[in-house]
């Protein structure tokens, strides 16, 4: 030995000791940089054609009245513009006035008068056929040969 | 040489995020449509009476059935029983559907009670445009 000094020699239980330092093990690290992105535009776009080609842009020609749940129907048409009787509670609006079944004939008429052509029927599905008749009553008189009722399309029962 | 590039997707990503985003907040997702029905508004007709179909009802416990021609009228009664609605407006459907298609109809007319639900009318109404029924009036009380 140079300088005259031992050098010790390492133990052999050293290894099994539990005191012993040991390395760390490698664990599983998930590598960002190798996420392969293809898959996920892949679904995306065919996302984005599906909602293209399946959802209508139609804006409906009316707001649905708050609390007035519309009743259900397969054989429909589509909705146009016209006035838009609306009855809640067994009250008459058009344009959002309340109008009184006794002035139903004179605003219809004044309607039609300026050229609105169709007449739209939007009540609750659970009111009764007393508060629909005058209304089809004053249709009538104001000269709407047609009276068109608003419903949701139901795909379902077709 | 040797050169590898890869595309930075990121943006396409951002891009078609942002477009799915706006698709699913524009969307209508609710479909209104409208069941037409028409008034006697106008002149008597001129053309032959052909065969039409009357449909009166107060509520939804019975139903009576008129096929009326020029010169005759037949009647037939659809009771409900015990029958639950939704099989009952079935039952009704049935038995009008035979009617018409025998008959050839193409006009008919509702007469409803006043406590007659909308839904209820509203449903027969579709029953009838179902089978083929071009022109359907409803007769105000």
């Known amino acids: 030995m140079k300088n005259g000094m031992k050098q010790a020699l390492p133990s052999p239980l050293l290894e099994s000791s539990p005191l012993a330092s040991q390395k760390p093990e ?3 690290s998930l590598d960002l940089t190798a996420l392969t992105l293809t898959p996920l535009v892949d679904a995306f776009s065919i996302l984005v054609i599906y909602l293209l080609v399946n959802t209508s842009m139609d804006a409906t020609p009316f707001q649905i009245e708050k609390g007035v749940r519309l ?23 058009i344009d959002d006035h309340k109008i009184s079944a006794r002035r139903l004939v004179q605003v219809l008429k004044k309607k039609k008068a300026e050229k609105q052509a169709r007449l739209i029927v939007q009540a609750d599905k659970k009111s009764s056929f007393r508060v629909i008749s005058p209304v089809m009553i004053a249709g009538s008189v104001a000269g709407y040969d047609t009276v068109k009722f608003a419903v949701i399309q139901d795909g379902e029962r077709k | 040489m040797k050169g590898t590039f890869e595309l930075n997707l990121m943006p396409i990503i951002s891009l078609l995020a942002v477009c799915i985003s706006f698709l699913l907040l524009t969307a209508v997702w609710i479909q209104v449509g409208s069941l037409d029905v028409s008034q ?7 053309s032959a ?6 449909l009166q009802l107060n509520d939804l416990n019975q139903v009576d059935v008129q096929v009326k021609s020029a010169r005759t009228t037949r009647s037939y009664k659809v009771k409900r029983k015990k029958l639950s609605k939704k099989a009952f407006l079935k039952k009704l459907s049935r038995s009008v559907k035979g009617l018409v298609k025998k008959n050839a109809i193409q006009t008919a007319f509702i007469l409803p009670g006043a406590q007659l639900p909308y839904e209820d009318l509203i449903h027969l109404m579709d029953e009838l445009k179902g089978m083929g029924i071009k022109d359907l009036g409803i007769a105000p009380l």
């Open chain 1, 26 to 28: 490698k664990r599983f």
């Open chain 1, 71 to 93: 009743p259900l129907a397969t054989h429909t048409q589509a909705m146009k513009e016209g006035v838009v009787l609306k009855i809640k509670k067994g009250v008459y609006f």
């Open chain 2, 49 to 54: 009476p052909k065969k039409t179909l009357w």
């Open chain 2, 40 to 46: 006697a508004v106008g002149t008597e007709a001129k």
